[in-house]
Structures are given as structure tokens and as C-alpha cells.
């Protein structure tokens, strides 16, 4: 908590939070977790005598679930930095970090001491009713960048990505009163609640849900084309576009959704201006400016892409999650809604909340951002590394097969700050399939992204990643792959 106390005016809550044995308790705790991390030093295979009892829980696992795990994971609890010890033993390097939750790597001190305060308050969960003011604090931290650049103004913490995103809907369609459309890109990803899978572009997610949403999908930025036929001509593109649908569906659409660079969809970047124009329209149309940045926070150049990419004066509604481990809504004051239209018996646990301030102070503290920053040299190693392990495996590189729809990439390696792809195998969903599970045979775990191109994608937690690490998780991503072009 921010206000001041003195051991008189100190609750007994306060007390017992930093009383001397609890501060006592938790150095041991970390001291024990950091003796035991110290030993995870490299990959190695599961240990012989934990294959049963490990096969055992992933058994157990497909049928509590209904189905078996896309990898063989099961985590047993223990990591150091990015490298991440498995229920058998095994030991192997996170690229992918939950899908970029993990951006401190696996059992960082000061990550678990934040989240063992957290679950030291009376209850385990924070709510709407009744709550500390740890997911205020969250707020306060988020908003007070965010201030920096934009008018966001409040902020609504949830429980997940999905969820902060039909909170943003809801204020949209509040504020925009009978407009029932929303438009969104091509490729976007926002989460699998009923309404989030309508506007996510995947057909294999709303595979049998009755569609009940209106949305009219844009083309996103596509920087193959760009490259072949400029800029401007993509901005023209997406301008007519937009202005299309307004004309057909006059004062009907409630927001634009904005993935500033494409998660799901390709790990596809676009320039500002190209954003500034379609955001322009959006703005002459009274249409909703959304930022969904639930994967994008804390993993470009500045702490929001928005700011990364100089568009703060045009959000209206940010939206974050992830590795901020809480997630938020962020609105301007005109978005605030009426009474009734935002509340859950949930915000978040006390350890999300107070793991994910201890975070955002990390980041914005820690020399991460800007253009010379950590994130931005962690890109250029991957680069490099990337990059050379295609000059010197032209075969496993070649040309990627361009796809009618969807953003072409202009080289076989590309991303933004700490979303990081590589595309092999000309984009082949069966080989880019292949290359993920051998590539965590030899001990990295690694995802895809994309509808068509496939790429390999990264999203490593660069809050702790050493750059020598580089070239040891490139030696298992090369083993890996040469299995599947052998
Ligand atoms: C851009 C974007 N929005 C929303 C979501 C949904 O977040 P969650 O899975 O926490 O519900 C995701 C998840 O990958 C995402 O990438």
C-alpha cells in the first residue's frame, strides 16, 4: 500500500505483513528456491525413473480434460531464468513462456516474493464487492504510464485476456448506444469466450456457436505487398476499405479492434501511419479506437505499443494481459459506463495483483525499453541468431508461400521487440507442426503462429534471459529442425 503508515497508525494487517519473521520467512523460502534453481543449469532429458509416473499424470491430465496436451508439459515447479524444470525431470528452455505470460522466466525471486505477499491477505481472491486495494494499485501503476501519452483515465482489472476484452465491448457498445457492428482485422485473436471467438478471425474456433455478432473483418497491413508496391498503397487500401463498410452500415459500428502488431495472426507489424489513417476515420466517424494489447504489453519498445507507435492521443479503450498477470481494461473518461455495466465477483488473487505491479515497476525501471533498450538488443541477437542459421540452411529456408488473405512476410525472419518468428519450410502448417515438437525434443518449447504462412514463434521472457543464452536455445532450435528437414 502507497499511504504512509507508523507503527501507530499501522492496521494489524500492516503489522503482520511486515512483521519480521514474515520478511524472515520469505527470504527463506527464495534462499531454498534459488539453491535448488541453481542446479538447472542446462537442458537435459527426463530422468529414466520418473518415465512411468510422469506418463501416469499426462494420462491422468487427457482425462480429467477430455483430451490429451499438445506438448508432453507438465512443469514440476522449479526454473531458473528461462530455462524450466518438467514433472520428469527433464529440463528445457522456454521460448514461449505460457504464451507469453512467463516474462521473468521461471522462479524469479522477486516475482514469488511479490506473489507470496499477495497470498498472505485474509482472502485469496480480490472482488468487486470487497477487496484490498492491491488491484487499485495495479490500476494506478498502468495508468499513470498510460497517462504519459493517452487521456486513459480508469482502468478495470479482470481475470483473464477475454475477459478484459468483453469489458472493453461492453463500454463500446454502451457509449456508441444502438451501433451493433464492430470491425476488427483479418487473422486477429481475442480470446475464446462465445463473443471473443466470433470476432477472433479462426474458423476452428467457433466451430458450432451460434454467431451473434456483427463483425466486418479489414485487411491487415501486409508488409510483403508493402515492399512490392509502397506503403501508401496499403494505407489506401485499408482506408477504402473502411470507409466502405461505414458507407454500407451508417453509424452501426461501436469500435474498432486493433491488434497494433498481430499475435496469432503472424506476428505481423504495421507502420504508424498506416494506423494514424484508419484511426483518423474511426475518430471522424465516432467510432471506438480498442487496443487490444493483450499480447503486445511490456513486450515492444515502450510498455504499450500504442506509445511505441505514437498513437495515444487516438486510444480510446486499451486493453492488457498476459504477463502482467492481472489483466485491465484502460478507458477515457468518456467510456466511463453507468453503474451495473462492469462487475464480477473477481478481479484477480492477491498474487497476480501484487506479482503484476511488482512487474510493471520492473519493466519501466529496468532499462527495458527505447530504442537502445534490453528488448530491442534481445530482438537484434535473436536476429542475428535467426538469421544465420538460414544463410547457413538455405534448404530449410525456402521461399514462403504467400497466402490470398493474409499478411506475407518480407523475410524469413521478422517480429517486434520480444515477439519474436522465424519461418521455415516455406510456412507449411505440417512441417512448421513437425519442426515445434522435435525442436522440444531437443529441449526448447517453441509455438507457432499465422493461418497460412505458419511461422515458428518466440516469445521468450526477456526479463531474464542472458544474451549468451542465445546461441544455446539456437543449437537445440537447429537440432530440432534438422530432423524435420532430414
Ligand atoms: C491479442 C489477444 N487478445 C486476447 C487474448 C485472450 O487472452 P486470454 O487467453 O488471457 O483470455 C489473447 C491471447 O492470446 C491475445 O493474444
New binding site residues.
Given amino acids: 500500500m502507497s499511504q504512509a503508515t507508523t507503527s501507530k497508525t499501522a492496521t494489524h494487517g500492516e503489522q503482520f505483513m511486515h512483521a519480521a519473521e514474515v520478511e524472515q520467512g520469505i527470504e527463506a523460502i527464495v534462499n531454498a528456491m534459488r539453491t535448488q534453481a541453481a542446479e538447472l543449469t542446462d537442458v537435459r532429458p527426463g530422468r529414466d525413473e520418473l518415465r512411468e509416473s510422469y506418463e501416469d499424470l499426462m494420462a491422468r491430465a487427457a482425462a480429467a480434460r477430455g483430451r490429451g496436451l499438445l506438448y508432453p508439459y507438465l512443469g514440476s515447479g522449479l526454473g531458473n531464468g528461462a530455462l524450466v524444470e518438467l514433472a520428469d525431470g527433464s529440463v528445457k528452455w522456454d521460448m514461449i513462456c505460457g ?2 505470460v512467463h516474462f521473468f522466466g521461471h522462479s524469479d525471486p522477486g516475482v514469488v516474493a511479490a506473489s507470496i505477499r499477495g497470498a498472505m491477505s485474509d482472502t485469496i481472491m480480490h472482488g468487486n464487492l470487497q477487496s484490498g486495494f492491491e488491484p487499485y494499485e495495479f490500476s494506478e501503476l498502468l495508468l499513470e504510464e498510460a497517462a504519459k501519452g493517452s487521456n486513459l483515465k480508469h482502468c478495470f482489472v479482470a481475470a ?4 478484459v ?1 468483453e469489458n472493453a465491448l461492453k463500454l463500446a457498445f454502451q457509449k456508441h448506444g444502438a451501433a451493433p457492428r464492430v470491425l476488427a482485422f483479418r487473422d ?5 469466450t462465445v463473443t ?1 471467438s466470433q470476432i477472433g478471425d479462426s474458423a476452428g474456433n467457433r466451430v458450432g456457436l451460434p454467431l451473434s455478432t456483427l463483425v466486418d473483418y479489414m485487411p491487415f497491413y501486409d508488409e510483403g505487398e508493402a515492399a512490392r508496391s509502397g506503403v501508401q498503397k496499403q494505407i489506401d487500401i485499408g482506408c477504402d476499405h473502411l470507409l466502405d463498410y461505414i458507407k454500407r452500415y451508417p453509424k452501426q459500428h461501436a469500435c474498432f479492434i486493433f ?1 497494433l502488431v498481430q ?2 495472426g503472424g506476428f505481423n507489424p504495421a507502420p504508424r501511419e498506416y494506423f494514424v489513417e484508419l484511426m483518423k476515420i474511426c475518430k471522424a466517424h465516432d467510432i471506438a479506437v480498442w487496443d ?1 494489447e ?3 504489453f511490456g513486450r515492444t519498445t515502450s510498455l504499450f505499443a500504442f506509445d511505441m507507435l505514437g498513437l495515444g492521443e487516438y486510444v480510446d479503450l486499451v ?1 492488457i ?2 504477463m502482467s498477470q492481472a ?1 485491465a481494461t484502460l478507458f477515457t473518461e468518456a467510456y466511463n459506463p453507468g453503474p451495473g455495466l462492469l462487475s464480477a465477483t473477481f478481479t484477480g488473487s492477491g498474487s497476480a495483483c501484487k506479482a503484476g505491479s511488482e512487474i510493471v515497476r520492473r519493466l519501466l525501471s529496468g532499462g527495458y525499453y527505447g530504442a537502445d533498450g534490453l528488448i530491442a538488443q534481445h530482438h537484434r541477437a535473436f536476429k542475428e541468431h535467426a538469421e544465420a542459421m538460414v544463410a547457413k540452411h538455405p534448404d530449410w529456408f525456402p521461399e514462403v508461400e504467400p497466402h490470398r488473405m493474409s499478411p506475407s512476410p518480407v523475410s524469413h525472419v521478422g517480429g517486434c521487440g520480444g515477439m519474436m518468428r522465424f519461418s521455415p519450410f516455406g510456412g507449411s502448417k505440417e512441417k512448421v507442426g513437425r519442426s515445434l515438437r522435435a525442436c522440444y525434443d531437443e529441449g526448447v518449447i517453441l509455438f507457432s503462429c499465422g493461418h497460412g504462412p505458419y511461422h515458428i514463434r518466440m516469445l521468450p521472457p526477456l526479463g531474464v534471459m542472458k544474451f549468451e543464452d542465445w546461441p544455446r536455445v539456437f543449437a537445440a532450435v537447429e537440432r530440432g529442425l534438422a530432423k524435420v528437414a532430414g
Avoid at 483473464?160 to 475477459?163: I, P, T
Avoid at 486477429?188 to 475464446?192: K, P, S
Fill in positions: 504464451i507469453g483473464s485476456g477475454a475477459l476484452n486477429c485473436f481475442m480470446g475464446r471473443m491488434e499475435g496469432e487490444d493483450v499480447q503486445t486493453t494481459g498476459k489483466c
